[in-house]
């Protein structure tokens, strides 16, 4: 197996072989977490930590700031929901249940790292600093996607399955070239891991030594089809080995866990020790969408089970428990968590003007003659239905 100098440097700095520096964390406790499902701390001997793999419970400060972005998280996707029902935004993929995935996605990175989220990923944008109606553009129909990618640092968010994995790992290979420590998250879902542009962009990564965290959120199902019948794999950390890069496995309801995981991927990523893979273990509480019909195929007892493993309740609880969490901030946090639903119902509840002619402004640097001519039908087609109106036809 063929490793980088830089990335040799750091596994000897652990003290471990190559292997137990690629593979995920194994043997007795099969992935990392700091919180117990009720958010008790676990004994430290039960949170997988081992050499290569240890992670220390982030700062009080940075854990108060993701529980506030887990507020607001639950209450966009509550609101966007609520939306969709209302007829102001044409599809919504919830994160319910996903949030602390969302959340450490963003907070991991600097300023100059990029993010290429999934269509599932709202929550991520936002947390990444996207005005939220902005960011919710692309989910009313809208013919771009709301934001500009290149302000904030964010890829306009995937409804093809795993193209953005691509996109990220150009985006690596073009800072590195440059000299750049630009860090780049790429995030896909389980069922990414079934295509073939998974394997390009993890292969390309790792073959470049690229500073690229493939955050993978495995939420059991994609669409309907359970991860059983996408992989046989141990896990899906377990595939990061194959290409030469470390893998990890955490609990993906476990903000306190996901935060240290994640800051650790994107400290060596910049480290220069190449590539990382982070498969976050987690679960989609509600539909794939709302034109998902869930209950066709999984039980309500395997949502029920799921349920108590919500991850804004276990941060709630510990650090009310650490006396981090008061009652004054807590109001202070729902407050801003409401200021956020108000303005999407606000953004997306107004009209926007809509021009015909961008069906064809967007599409050439310059317009093909069918283009053109195509374009010219459509203006004529306005100018008399103008006409006709202005006539009292």
């Excluded at 359970?226 to 950390?237: D, F, I, N, R, W």
Aim: glycine letters at 8%; charged letters at 25%.
């Amino acid at each position: 197996m063929t490793i980088p100098a830089e990335a040799q440097e750091a596994i000897r700095s652990f003290g471990i072989s190559i292997e137990d520096y690629m593979l995920p964390v194994h043997g007795r406790v099969a992935q990392i977490q700091i919180l117990d499902e009720h958010g008790s701390l676990r004994p430290e001997d039960e949170r997988g930590s081992a050499p290569g793999h240890e992670y220390p419970i982030p700062a009080a400060d940075e854990l108060l700031e993701a529980y506030r972005r887990l507020v607001i998280g639950r209450r966009v996707n509550d609101q966007n929901s609520a939306l969709v029902r209302q007829g102001r935004m044409a599809v919504y993929p919830s994160s319910h249940g996903q949030e602390a995935c969302q959340v450490a996605a963003a907070l991991c990175l600097s300023d100059g790292d990029w993010m290429f989220p999934t269509y599932r990923d709202a929550v991520a944008v936002m947390t990444r600093g996207v005005d939220p109606v902005e960011a919710m553009t692309i989910f009313r129909g809208d013919w771009h996607g709301g934001y500009d990618p290149h302000e904030h640092k964010v890829g306009i968010q995937s409804t093809p399955l795993t193209t953005q994995l691509l996109h990220a790992v150009g985006v690596a290979h073009a800072a590195k070239l440059r000299g750049k420590d630009t860090v780049v998250l790429a995030m896909c879902g389980d069922g990414a891991t079934s295509e073939g542009d998974f394997h390009e962009a993890l292969n390309f990564a790792a073959v470049f030594h690229l500073p690229v965290v493939f955050f993978v959120q495995n939420n059991q199902y994609a669409i309907s089809v359970p991860l059983a019948h996408q992989t046989v794999a141990p896990s899906l950390a377990h595939k990061a080995i194959g290409y030469g890069m470390a893998g990890e496995r955490v609990d993906g309801n476990d903000a306190v866990a996901l935060l240290a995981v994640l800051d650790r991927a994107v400290r060596l990523a910049r480290s220069g020790s190449g590539p990382l893979l982070v498969e976050a273990y987690t679960y989609r509480m509600q539909a794939h969408t709302n034109a998902d019909d869930a209950t066709r195929y999984r039980e309500d007892a395997e949502v029920a089970a799921w349920a108590v493993k919500d991850p804004l309740k276990r941060m709630r609880e510990y650090l009310r428990t650490e006396g981090v969490l008061t009652d004054d901030v807590e109001s202070a946090v729902a407050a801003d968590a409401e200021d956020v639903a108000r303005q999407l119902r606000e953004g997306l509840g107004e009209d926007t003007a809509v021009d015909p002619q961008d069906l064809f402004r967007f599409v050439y640097t310059e317009p093909t003659a069918q283009l053109r001519e195509q374009a010219a039908l459509v203006a004529d087609e306005q100018s008399r239905d103008l006409s006709g109106k202005e006539h009292g036809a």
